[in-house]
């Protein structure tokens, strides 16, 4: 078992306060905060929170074929947990309507490619699945939770004007030019329910909720479980845990409640037992 360690990523579109207990001691725009094991093994999965004061790149990302093509260890899908947003927050998930690739990459170049994403309104409890190959960006004023394949590969389409690089060629190969066909996934803070299970994507995740007077049952997996307070606090084979908090626990562990709460709880099919470095 090992509480993993934050660090703490700067994006022009980040914030300079932050909530879920992290504080950014300086001025800097921090946009993410990446859960990392302090020995840099390679984990299948990267717990990070993200917070936006303005709109995201659109962007894509492959799948583990493709990724692997470009030398890559594994593809990348995600999943976000929407933890608070401004009024008329909003997410950027597929197409209004298909396109072609030549109209995609019109769109990208003319400065038009925003006006074709499908941005859906969001709330507190709101949780989206995002397979490889979905066009999508998250809008300004929201904080959540991602759970995704941990691996730095991103293929931004557009960015709104600022000069960073774009990666069109890469990025249309690999992308589904077509309306997103999920519904939202409603799962406010204090229910518990599986958000996404591993028939569907290469982890599952679920949110629970505890009382404070309950015995912790966790998913017997055989593996490595990605446990995420977003509220309580409490121990963890007698380490102390609160929200903004990510363990790593791997094997036999006692969870103590000192208050209710709510977490995520992630896992990875073939992840196994990991090595004795990370306990």
């Known amino acids: ?51 936006t004061s303005e709109r995201l790149s659109i962007q894509v990302h492959p799948d583990n074929h493709q990724a692997i093509a470009k030398g890559l260890p594994r593809g990348k899908e995600e999943i976000w947990y929407i933890l608070d947003c401004e009024p008329g927050a909003s997410l950027g998930i597929g197409l209004t309507h298909a396109l072609t690739q030549e109209q995609f990459r019109h769109a990208a170049e003319n400065g038009s490619l925003e006006h074709y994403i499908d941005w859906k309104p969001v709330k507190p409890g709101d949780c989206y699945f995002i397979p490889a190959g979905t066009v999508h960006a998250i809008g300004a004023g929201i904080t959540l939770a991602e759970i995704q394949q941990n691996v730095d590969v991103t293929y931004r389409l557009y960015d709104y004007g600022r000069p960073r690089e774009l990666h069109l060629d890469d990025g249309i190969a690999v992308s589904h030019l077509v309306p997103y066909g999920r519904d939202v996934m409603e799962a406010p803070l204090g229910s518990s329910l599986r958000l996404i299970s591993e028939t569907e994507a290469p982890f599952s995740l679920d949110l629970v909720h505890w009382s404070d007077d309950q015995a ?27 929200k903004g908090d990510c363990l790593l626990l791997d094997g036999d562990c006692e969870i103590m409640l000192k208050a209710p709460s709510s977490a995520l709880l992630a896992t990875v099919a073939d992840a196994g037992s990991l090595s004795a470095e990370t306990r």
């Open 1 to 51: 078992m090992q509480k993993l360690s934050p660090r703490y990523v700067e994006k022009p579109w980040g914030r300079t306060t932050l909530s879920q207990n992290f504080v950014n001691d300086s001025d800097r725009r921090i946009g993410e905060v990446w859960f990392e094991n302090r020995d840099g093994q390679d984990l299948p999965l990267l717990v990070k929170y993200i917070f």
């Open 216 to 242: 912790i049952n966790l998913p017997q997996t055989g593996g490595a479980i990605w446990f995420t307070p977003l509220t309580g606090s409490g121990t963890a084979n007698g380490v102390a845990w609160e």
